[in-house]
């Protein structure tokens, strides 16, 4: 069965456990004001009929650590959640996360760069009377989201992302919308595993092609020690 791994991101706090739980409708991933994720944890779901992989990640607080091993795991993924938080003005870290994913594809031709999907969570906490009469937002509210999405694109300097602003506690909003958007990338997902399988095993066809070439050039060099020299050149060409 095909299997899609998506992996939410985001600066410490800014809601991936939420997400998670938003998206398979269920309480499972930890959530907690103070810092919760200090480890990968995987949490299945399924968009579709895909089986898909949430991989929630412990969130980029700036250390090294964490961020090398984010690093480590972005570029094997299918897909990307990234989630920014509507009331945290600080995207410093999402801008530069952001920008090694993409330099990592435009310098791999290659390889299919995976979907990006980005979200604004905690849009509850910059507007004032929240929450609204059956979960419908004033025109004025609306204008403020759109003003915060629209930032977001710019603060993350990817003008065509598009982001999707959502309400991650009772009563959830935009949440449905979240999930279309996931949906809707769940070709361009696996058109990504793909690319990435083809291309991961052409390369590990090569190593071993390279191995199996160098056992046989070090295999006739033995056998080469115990021939004339003629013989030994001879050989040795045709082998190479
Ligand atoms: N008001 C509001 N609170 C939210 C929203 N989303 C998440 N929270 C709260 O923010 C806190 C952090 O959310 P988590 O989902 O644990 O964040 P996280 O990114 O998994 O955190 P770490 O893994 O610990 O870095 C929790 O108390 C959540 O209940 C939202 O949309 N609105
Ligand atoms: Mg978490």
């Not at 700036?62 to 091993?69: H, L, N, Q, V």
């Not at 410093?92 to 995976?114: N, S």
């Not at 930032?151 to 949440?175: K, Q, S, Y």
């Not at 949906?183 to 191995?211: D, K, Y």
């Amino acid at each position: 069965m095909t299997r899609v791994t998506a992996i939410p991101l985001s600066a410490s706090l800014c809601a991936t456990g939420s997400l998670v739980n938003a998206l398979r409708g269920s309480d499972l991933a930890e959530t907690d004001v103070v810092a919760a994720t200090d480890r990968a944890r995987t949490y299945s779901c399924e968009f579709d009929g895909v089986a898909t992989f949430l991989l929630d990640l412990p969130g980029l607080d700036g250390s090294k650590r964490i961020t090398e091993a984010v690093m480590k795991d972005l570029p094997s993924t299918d897909m990307v959640i990234w989630t920014i938080r509507a009331n945290r003005p600080a995207r410093e870290i999402d801008r530069a996360v952001l920008a090694y994913f993409h330099e990592h594809f435009a310098t791999r031709p290659e390889r299919r760069m995976p979907p990006v999907v980005v979200v604004v969570t905690g849009i509850d906490q910059i507007l004032r009377g929240w929450p609204y009469a059956e979960n419908l937002l004033s025109d004025e509210a609306m204008g403020l989201v759109a003003d915060v999405v629209a930032a977001v694109a710019v603060d993350i300097g990817d003008n065509g992302a598009r982001p999707v602003p959502v309400a991650l506690v009772e009563p959830e909003w935009n949440t449905g919308t979240l999930r279309d958007r996931v949906q809707a990338h769940l070709g361009e997902a696996l058109m990504a595993q793909r690319n990435r399988l083809r291309v991961e095993n052409r390369a590990s066809l090569r190593q071993e092609a390279a191995r199996t070439g160098r056992g046989l050039r070090h295999g006739l060099s033995l056998i080469g020690s115990r021939m004339s020299p003629k013989q030994k050149t001879d050989d040795q060409g045709d082998a190479t």
